[in-house]
Each structure stands twice: as C-alpha cells, then as structure tokens.
C-alpha cells in the first residue's frame, strides 16, 4: 500500500467538461474562466475574481498594483512559500520579515507594529496551511499606518473569520489551485478583490496590459481590431481548458471541504495518542480551511528551544523528525515538512545575510513541521494504517532518535 501526500479528486464531471473547450476550438482565457471566475467571487463574497495561470502569478500582479518601489518595504511573515516574497523582491522592493507564532504557523501579530517604518508599504498576510491569520489585528495596524494588505490566500479556500472567507478583508487576496490545494486546474490563481481599480488593473496586467481582453473583442462587433495596450503586462491568462475544469470542481468543494473537517477531525482525536505530533489549531470563531493538515514535531521541546533561541537543540529534533519521516517512506507513507522559512532560502540568506535564529520560530518551523496524507478520498483502512504505524513509533527519550515498537520494521 502506498499513501501520498494528497490525491486531487478527479471525476467523471472533470474528464467531460475539460473536453468541452477542445470540442469548440475556444482553448484560450474564454467562457468557462469567465464562469469559474464568477463561481468564485461568489464563494469568496468578492466583487471581483480575476483568474490567473498561478496564485504567484497572482502575486506578482498584486505586487505591481500595490506599486512597490525600490526603497519601499512590505512586512511578510518569514515562514511561508517563497513567492510570496519574490514578488516583492522582484520589484526592488524589500521585504521584512516577521516571526509568526509556532502553533499557528501564521504571522505573529504582535511583532508587526515593531516593523513599521516610514518606508512600510504593505502587509502581506499568508493565512498558512488553511488557517486565517489574524486580520482584525492586521486591519486595525494597516489602518493605523495607511498600509495596503494583501493576503495569500494561496492555501485559503474555505477559511474564514466569523464567517467572512479569507481575501475579502484586504485589498485582495489571491488563491492557488495547485494539487495541493482543495480544489485544483492543475496550476491556477485567482485574485479576489472588492476594489474596482484593482480588477481592472489584474484583468489588464494578466493580458499582456491590454485595454480589451481577446474574450471581450471576440464577442463584439469590431473583432478584426487589436486592444491598445495601456501598461507594461504579462501573459499570465488561465486556459478556458483550466476554467473548465475549475468549474467541475467547483461543484465539488461543498463536499471536498466538509469531508476535510470531518477528517480534521478524526485527525485530531486520534492524534491524542500521538503526543509527540500537535494537531493544527484554530481560534475560536476562525474555521480553518485545512488545506492541508500539518502538526507539529515534539511540541513541548519545541517550544522550549524556540524560547531558549536554542538552536542546536532545533537541529537534533530535525534530526529525528527526519528520521521519522524517512521510516514513514520506506512503509510507503509521505509526509512533508510544511512548508519553508524563506530568510534560511540561499537566495535571500546570501542577499540579506540573516542568521536563521533571527527569526527562530520560523526556523524551527522549518525544521519540525510535519505534514501528513491527508486528502477528501483517503479511506478508512488508509487512515487505520496511517495511524497504525503512527503508533508504533516512540520517541526514545528527549532530543534522542525513535525506536519501532511491534514487528513491522519494514
Ligand atoms: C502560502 C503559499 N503562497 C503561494 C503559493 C504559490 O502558489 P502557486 O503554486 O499557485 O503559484 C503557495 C503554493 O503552495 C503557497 O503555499
């Protein structure tokens, strides 16, 4: 048996629809983006969707809009995936890097403010894994400061804060239809936003800054004209054959997302017989999206070298969460460590020459996160076997490798 880190879920409805585009010959940004495009602002409680070949595509569009500068900076959290900070970096602009907290792997919010300088542009908000970050607090300091906020919602479908989905509490949000993510176009984005500018801005920078997308020309009279091109864009459209698919599964994510809570769930109950992995948590009266389910190695221990900034202490713990997770694949299960502490990347250690404790909780974060399968179609024998040889492996004693209880040492 073998169990991967996530199956996309796939059907009959996916395989026809997808067809549909390659039957009319409309294979390009076309009808069926446009229809998932409204599916989504209208899940979200958006204004506006606009659809992108990637969340980071997305991101680096909202980087534009934003109109980051040499000189300006933006505070983002230093535990999250590198596009996030690339499309920053990528303008010239410098990002600043903010701790988060180890047991919600988002942003800490109390370290923001610390951070603010008359050069801070925005705030970048990435709500982690599926859980919100903690926005009111976020919209109170960006409204303080005249801050702009743009949330990563790449892993933020189905999170919300009292019951508002993630992205509409900034001036946009952009999610990822990745594999990975909930539901999936194979890669994907979408920006939402309430801001008219904004939308309009993204529909032209993803279309190479035209002043008319080819869908818009095709369907009026006056088609054999070109657009004028108004800014300095990208091509960075969904295919219609992507959009088809977006909306097959769309009709999908009631189910997809229920079924993920109904697992979290059963997770986290059986998760009280693992002591050494910490199931994710969420807030009261924030609903986590559960993108994906990551906990957290040896909690206890952790905690305390992060707050002993001790970092050798967070090397032996990698070692052995390593270790864990390496006779994990050799019965056949994949995990993953959640995702990665940008500061400690070469590309931005080497740049901005920071000291991976600089930021320890998103260093052990890095180090000790542990993601597991977890996706809508898993059955129930897979969790027994999953949970099973969770198990049989104990910690032998603190900062000290695990020994296999029982047999099956394969
Ligand atoms: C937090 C976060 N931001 C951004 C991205 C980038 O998304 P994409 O792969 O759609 O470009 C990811 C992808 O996993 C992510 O996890």
């Known amino acids: ?13 996916d395989l026809d629809l997808i067809q549909k585009p390659l039957e009319t010959g409309w294979v390009v940004q076309g009808p069926y983006v446009k229809e998932f495009e409204e599916k989504i602002a209208g899940y979200v409680g958006a204004r506006y ?29 230093s535990f999250t995936w590198i596009s996030t900070v ?24 109390n370290q923001i ?28 300091i960006a409204k303080e400061h005249n801050l702009q906020v743009v949330e990563d919602c790449a892993c933020a479908l189905g999170a919300r804060i009292e019951g508002a989905h ?57 088609s054999f004209l070109l657009s004028d091109y108004a800014h300095l864009g990208y091509n960075v459209r969904m295919t219609d054959i992507q959009g088809a698919l977006g909306v097959a599964q769309f009709k999908k994510i009631g189910w997809i997302l229920q079924k993920k809570q109904d697992l979290a769930k059963m997770y986290n109950e059986r998760l009280a017989e693992i002591p050494w992995l910490a199931p994710p948590e969420a807030p009261p009266g924030y ?17 305390k070298a992060v707050s002993g900034k001790d970092q050798n202490a967070i090397e032996r713990l990698h070692e052995e969460r390593n270790e864990y997770m390496a006779h994990l694949e050799g ?33 052990a974060a890095d180090r000790l996160s542990l993601a597991l399968p977890f996706f809508p179609t898993i059955t129930p024998d897979e969790i027994d076997w999953l949970f099973e040889q969770l198990k049989k492996m104990r910690p032998k004693r603190a900062s000290a490798g695990f020994f296999l209880t029982g047999r099956d040492h394969s």
């Open 287 to 303: 609903t986590h999206g559960y993108q994906t389910y990551c906990t957290l190695f040896k909690p206890e221990e952790a905690l």
């Open 113 to 140: 403010r610390g951070k603010i300088t008359p050069r801070t542009k925005a705030i970048y908000p990435v709500h982690l894994f599926g859980l919100p970050a903690p926005m009111p607090e976020i919209l109170r």
């Open 49 to 77: 969707a606009v659809a992108v070949n990637s969340c980071t595509s997305g991101q680096f569009i909202m980087s534009r809009i934003v109109d980051l500068k040499p000189g300006d900076e933006v505070i983002v959290p």
């Open 166 to 222: 993630c992205g509409s509490f900034g001036l946009a949000g952009i999610l990822s239809f990745h594999p990975r993510k909930s539901i999936t176009t194979g890669e994907g984005g979408m920006i939402v936003t309430n801001d008219d500018r904004t939308a309009a801005m993204a529909v032209s920078l993803r279309d190479h800054g035209a002043v008319k997308s080819d869908f818009s020309r095709h369907n009026e009279r006056g």
């Open 331 to 363: 019965v056949g299960i994949a995990t993953r460590q959640g995702t990665h502490a940008v500061h400690v990347q070469r590309l931005y250690r080497e740049k901005y020459k920071i000291h991976a404790m600089a930021y320890p909780v998103s260093y």
């Open 86 to 109: 690339n499309s920053i970096e990528f303008l010239g602009a410098t990002a600043v890097f903010c701790d988060i907290g180890l047991r919600s792997f988002n942003i800490d919010v």
């Open 1 to 13: 048996m073998k169990l991967p880190i996530v199956r996309p879920v796939f059907d009959k409805d």
